[in-house]
């Protein structure tokens, strides 16, 4: 198991891709602290992880407020002891192009998506810099490498993200602080749901989007999780600062 013996925080755990990767980190031997929102979420994936012999917690948590991040810095390392991996997983998505765009949506796309991921990693980084080292992985996304029509927010947010770990990259090595994110493509989560639901036709534009997928499909919660696994294992030790596209060639470039 390449997670044995490692402790992980997986944030945005209650669904979609933090489920997964929570779900994948245990099987890979990993203990995980299920950290959302969505408290009742959270403890129904930590308690499957438990079901299945491995070691889990929840913790409900905001992470737009930095007393509650702290207080999930707290009861993480209280129940664990330490933390080895975190993975700033939640997210949301608002759609709107800049003329339509609310900035109240604007703000909460921001602060949670980027500053959260800031909160989240800065309450951590003491810790793992003690420690001798860790790494901190985020869920970025494609949109943060390509533009996108009428989500200009989420797409801001992401392209950030990406910045943002890089230069976690650069402020950890001295420390062993390795800082990876993964970008996504069409992904089937619930997120991913909403967009369509926003949609005209929803059925048609999940048809385009596999259609535009070179690999023939949109992926899976596993197939993003899988990557995690890979950036948190020893096999990613000499990684980091790096953005890991996971998107079935979505980016390669044009197919016709």
């Not at 990767?21 to 890979?28: D, H, I, M, P």
């Not at 062993?176 to 993964?182: K, V, W």
């Not at 493509?185 to 385009?208: C, E, I, K, S």
Request: hydrophobic share 50%; proline share 3%; charged share 20%.
């Amino acid at each position: 198991m390449r997670l044995a013996g490692r402790n992980a925080i997986v944030t945005g755990a209650a669904s979609g891709i933090g489920r997964e990767t929570a779900l994948r980190f245990a099987e890979e031997g990993a203990a995980v602290v299920c950290a959302d929102l969505n408290a009742e979420g959270a403890a129904a994936v930590a308690a499957s992880i438990v079901a299945n012999g491995a070691v889990a917690a929840a913790v409900s948590v905001d992470i737009t407020n930095e007393r509650e991040v702290a207080r999930l810095a707290e009861e993480a390392l209280a129940a664990l002891g330490r933390i080895d991996v975190l993975v700033n997983n939640a997210g949301v998505t608002i759609l709107g192009g800049v003329a339509e765009l609310a900035e109240a949506d604007w703000q909460r796309e921001i602060d949670i998506n980027l500053s959260g991921a800031y909160r989240v990693s800065k309450a951590f980084w003491p810790h793992f810099a003690a420690a001798g080292g860790g790494a901190i992985l985020s869920t970025a996304s494609i949109a943060g490498v390509v533009g996108v029509r009428q989500d200009a927010a989420y797409v801001a947010s992401k392209a950030g993200l990406i910045m943002l770990t890089r230069c976690m990259a650069l402020d950890g090595a001295q420390h062993g602080i390795r800082a990876n994110c993964i970008c996504p493509g069409f992904v089937d989560t619930p997120m991913f749901d909403g967009f369509l639901a926003d949609q005209p036709d929803p059925n048609a534009a999940l048809a385009r989007a596999a259609g535009r997928t070179p690999l023939g499909r949109i992926g899976t919660p596993r197939d993003i999780a899988d990557g995690f696994v890979y950036l948190a294992s020893d096999d990613a030790r000499w990684i980091t600062g790096t953005a890991l596209v996971i998107d079935g060639g979505l980016t390669a470039g044009l197919t016709e």
